[in-house]
């Protein structure tokens, strides 16, 4: 099958070289390359078995119950309750992380110090650390006598392993490279042009600041903070051993699936995916519609 | 602390001795450094020595020990099983995926750049899901499977074909900007020169790609042996048969065998300073023929 792809793939471009008169291709423009049809048809019978019949799977699945099982499904208390959680504190960690994220961008990017590249490259360490082992480390750190949730228990009577503030701190480690990675190619191709035209014309560093930086990068700090978002309403591995996992508290959305799913509950773990998978999905769009109007606004 | 030369400014721009209207009094630059420093020393650092720190509390034999039990060694040996067959299997399609994109136009590349894309915005708990639902015990293909004797939930299958969905755009996406940007002139001066199809890959697509390649590779092969929400829905949790490194972390840290746990998690730590040390030394001499680095 597949070397019937090729020769299909060597012939139309053999083909296409020679019909150049055909001013819009139908299908593809010419070329002299081969291997058209081979790579294309690997790409599409790989991804279509690995990623869209298997994701097809899933809405098939949850749409067996019907639209009133999928909506019974969806909207139990305790369901409601772990999308409560994992939305909010997804969204806490995000904003958390759109902050102190924009910050070490502009410090790596601005500044000089000792140690620069190595604080940079450390930056990655989230994408490369497994999660479980940042779970794992997250819940030893802030447990009542790791280092830090001694100290922030005895000081300040602050509990975080076990609550939801250690799912927004979980969160916020795995969401951090996201904001970091999206502002700072845009803040190191911002022109010095515009900030000198501002200073010439008399503005402070903060008005600056305020004018002319903070609305070059906004749409990129929106990116990351969607991206950070995203990544922690699906994030199961570094939140379940800090989370303390109670239903309806601590309860995330991803441990609630595999809940239904040890005990069997297929239709319903597919229900609370395939909504999760929907709210996600409805949230980005509103994002990415607020970007375009920010970038129309910024239009330069 | 050197006096501000820290603008990246045109060369053509001198940027003036001494206090300029383009940066910061030395105090608030200070203080922007220390806190982005305390920050990431908090969030990302401390975690980091907290591995190494609690795996070896109980000192270098019990470290050692809990390293080479057998259910340790025979969780490293399905993680590198289970990372061997996939980073092939994904680098094939990275490879063969940016060759269709990057080398041809055609109807429907961007809705197909965006499906490729898809596995990263999916939770990798629904990365699981989805094989249980197809193949598992009540799922679609079920019964048909059982009859077959053919096991994959709960089995090595299920756990490659998880890891291969969660790794699945890490080559192809660093390889596609890349190809792109140095687009077909080499290849088609290559065939029109006599070169056949596969001389002018291995030849001259390869050598300009390879070390975008290795970085994919890379990635690709930190995700791998590192996933844990995937592999975890599908695995059954059989301890020395369907348990990956992390899944062996999990368990022993729910059975308060804390330096075990962390002893095994300390050597997927050190995979991922491996990882960023390789990333960042790629990035630092390579940078320029990377997809990734060029924004």
Not at chain 1, 114 to 135: E, H, M, Q
Not at chain 1, 174 to 182: E, M, Q, S
Not at chain 1, 238 to 249: K, R, Y
Not at chain 2, 157 to 183: C, H, K, N, S, Y
Request: with cysteine.
């Amino acid at each position: 099958m597949v070397a019937a792809a090729d020769s299909d793939g060597a012939l139309a471009g053999k083909g296409g070289a020679v019909t150049v008169r055909a001013p819009v291709p139908l299908f593809r423009k010419p070329s002299i390359l081969p291997g058209f049809g081979l790579t294309l048809g690997f790409t599409l019978s790989y991804l279509g078995f690995i990623v869209l019949v298997p994701l097809a799977a899933l809405i098939v699945r949850s749409s067996g119950l019907g639209w009133s099982g999928f909506w019974s499904a969806v909207t139990t208390p305790r369901v409601l309750a772990a999308f409560e959680v994992s939305f909010g504190l997804s969204f806490a960690a995000a904003l958390t992380n759109a902050i102190f994220g924009f910050l070490v961008a502009w410090v790596l990017v601005r500044y000089d110090f000792p140690g620069k590249r190595l604080v940079d490259a450390l930056v990655d360490l989230p994408f490369a650390l497994p999660t479980a082992v940042a779970g794992i480390a997250l819940s030893a750190l802030y447990a009542p006598n790791g280092w830090l949730g001694k100290p922030l228990n005895e000081l300040f009577g602050m509990k975080v392993a076990f609550t939801p503030l250690g799912i927004a701190i979980a969160l916020t480690f795995i969401g951090l490279p996201f904001v970091v990675r999206t502002v700072q190619p845009i803040l190191q191709d911002l022109p010095a042009e515009e900030e000198e035209a501002a200073a010439s014309l008399g503005a402070s560093r903060f008005q600056t600041f305020c004018s002319v930086i903070l609305p070059a990068i906004l749409p990129a700090l929106v990116t990351g903070f969607a991206l950070s978002f995203a990544r922690g309403v699906g994030e199961y591995g570094s939140v379940i051993f800090i989370a303390g996992n109670m239903p309806g508290l601590t309860e995330i959305l991803p441990l609630l699936i595999v809940i239904k799913l040890e005990q069997y509950d297929y239709a319903g773990a597919a229900a609370v995916g395939t909504a999760m998978l929907g709210v996600s999905f409805v949230m980005l769009l509103i994002l990415n519609l607020l970007q375009q109007w920010m970038r129309s606004r910024h239009a330069r | 602390m050197p006096a501000d030369t820290s603008i990246t400014a045109p060369a053509s721009i001198p940027v003036p001795p001494g206090r300029s209207a383009l940066t910061e009094p030395t105090w608030v630059r200070a203080l922007l450094i220390g806190g982005a420093l305390l920050f990431l020393a908090l969030f990302l650092l401390l975690p980091l020595v907290a591995v190494f720190a609690e795996a070896l509390r109980r000192g270098f034999g019990a470290y050692w020990l809990a390293l080479t039990e057998p259910d340790a060694v025979a969780a490293i040996e399905l993680t590198l099983i289970v990372a061997a067959i996939s980073v092939p299997a994904n680098l094939l399609f990275g490879v063969a995926a940016s060759w269709c994109v990057a080398k041809f136009d055609f109807r429907g590349k961007n809705l197909l750049i965006t499906l490729i894309d898809l596995p990263f915005s999916v939770s990798p708990v629904i990365s699981g899901l989805i094989y249980v639902l197809l193949f598992g015990m009540n799922g679609l293909f079920g019964s048909y499977l059982r009859d077959m004797g053919v096991q994959i939930i709960f089995a090595v299958p299920g756990l490659v074909l998880a890891t291969i969905f969660v790794t699945f755009p890490f080559v192809a996406r660093e390889l596609i900007p890349l190809m792109q940007e140095q687009g077909s002139d080499e290849e088609e001066a290559a065939l029109v020169l006599g070169a056949s199809g596969w001389q002018t890959f291995w030849r001259v697509t390869i050598p300009n790609i390879k070390w975008g390649l290795l970085y994919g590779v890379l990635l690709c092969n930190a995700r791998a042996m590192g996933e844990f929400g995937a592999v975890s829905v599908v695995s059954g949790h059989i301890r020395g048969e369907t348990n990956t490194m992390p899944l062996h972390v999990e368990i022993l840290y729910n059975e308060y065998n804390f330096v075990a746990a962390f002893a095994v998690a300390s050597l997927l730590a050190m995979l991922a300073l491996v990882t960023l040390v390789v990333k960042t030394a790629l990035e630092w001499r390579f940078g320029d023929e990377l997809a990734a680095s060029r924004h």
